[in-house]
Nanobody
């Protein structure tokens, strides 16, 4: 079992920044990839970003490229999502998840991730 705990969400004005953290515990040796997803009210959960646990390869949704950066600290088994130039449409509950191993096309598929955090709310005001 792997436990994931997100933190860092909150209320921010458009153009502002937030950094989300996701701390992993438990059988973390089994983690392969870490991903961030988000879900806005009335919408499907969507992929935001992902990173290979043992490498430097990263993946981003087109809607966040150039504004969001995913990184990881293996010593702390923590993954971060730095979010800059936030927009009101970024408002959602953000979830981190882990799973794998994945092929490159699998990182965006939420159904393939085995473990999920409880989510953290991000609200961007206009």
């Amino acid at each position: 079992q792997v436990q994931l705990v997100e933190s860092g969400g909150g209320l921010v004005q458009a153009g502002g920044s937030l950094r989300l953290s996701c701390a992993a515990s438990g059988r973390t040796f089994s983690t392969y990839a870490m991903g961030w997803f988000r879900q806005a009210p009335g919408k499907e959960r969507e992929f935001v970003a992902a990173i290979k646990w043992t490498g430097i390869r990263t993946y981003y949704a087109d809607s966040v490229k150039g504004r969001f950066t995913i990184s990881r600290d293996n010593a702390k088994t923590t993954v971060y999502l730095q979010m800059n130039s936030l927009k009101p449409e970024d408002t959602a509950v953000y979830y981190c998840a882990t799973g794998g191993p994945f092929s490159d096309s699998d990182y965006v598929r939420s159904a393939l991730y085995n473990y999920w955090g409880q989510g953290t709310q991000v609200t961007v005001s206009s």
